[in-house]
Nanobody, 122 residues
Framework: QVQLVESGGGLVQAGGSLRLSCAAS????????MAWFRQAPGSERVFVAA???????NYADSVKGRFTISRDNPKNTVYLQMNNLRPDDTAVYYC????????????????WGQGTQVTVSS
């Protein structure tokens, strides 16, 4: 079965950096679009960044210039490098995978990880 396992979350001060990883198994990783979403307490899960199997990339406006998504197909892993973190980046970050269209649309994703907590202190 498909598994997505996130890691790399933690507690960091404002202005700091973290790198999230998502290791995928049970799917042909190189043929899947991969994305990161986040969910803050009391809020909906929202799009952060996506990388298509072709290499095309989308970012939410709130993270452009600060976050970088990348993928390593031989390692079946997608990364999210997060720099200049702010307290409003605090959320549970989820990795997701799909093969369709609509990289920023939550409902288009077929597979989800369990999430990793990112907390940014001021």
């Amino acid at each position: 079965q498909v598994q997505l396992v996130e890691s790399g979350g933690g507690l960091v001060q404002a202005g700091g950096s973290l790198r999230l990883s998502c290791a995928a198994s049970g799917l042909t990783f190189s043929r899947y679009h991969m994305a990161w979403f986040r969910q803050a307490p009391g809020s909906e899960r929202v799009f952060v960044a996506a990388i298509a199997w072709t290499g095309g990339i989308n970012y939410a406006d709130s993270v452009k210039g600060r976050f970088t998504i990348s993928r390593d197909n031989p390692k079946n892993t997608v990364y999210l490098q997060m720099n200049n973190l702010r307290p409003d980046d605090t959320a549970v970050y989820y990795c997701a995978a799909q093969r369709g269209i609509g990289l920023s649309i939550k409902g288009k994703y077929d597979y989800w990880g369990q999430g990793t907590q990112v907390t940014v202190s001021s």
